[in-house]
């Protein structure tokens, strides 16, 4: 049953945010370590790539695709948050042997 909020939004729109909600928990299940959703990712690539899945399979090859994609660049943009926080002056600069010695 759909219901009009406080905030005047459309029952539609109402609808669509609660798909939405309950997508984002979907996906949530599925979370991976960075570099687990990596070699899923590869491999995904390598199966879309052979030319041997139905397109219903492409389909959602494609769809777990792109989540761990998402997933991916949130880990490697939270990494890089880290590391500005880190250091001492909130500036990434660029790695050198001598800088390490």
């Given at each position: 049953m759909l219901t009009w909020s406080a905030s005047k939004q459309s029952p539609t729109r109402l609808n669509t945010m609660a798909k939405a909600k309950n997508?984002?928990?979907?996906?949530t299940s599925q979370l991976v370590d960075f570099e687990t959703a990596l070699a899923e990712l590869e491999?995904?690539?390598?199966?879309?790539?052979?030319?041997?899945?139905s397109?219903?399979?492409?389909?959602k090859a494609f769809e777990r695709g792109i989540a761990l994609t998402r997933q991916c660049q949130s880990a490697l943009a939270e990494a890089e948050l880290k590391i500005k926080v880190l250091t001492e002056d909130g500036e990434l600069t660029e790695f050198t042997e001598e800088a390490a010695d």
């Open positions: 997508s984002d928990s979907e996906d491999t995904l690539v390598n199966q879309m790539e052979s030319g041997d899945l397109l219903d399979a492409s389909l």
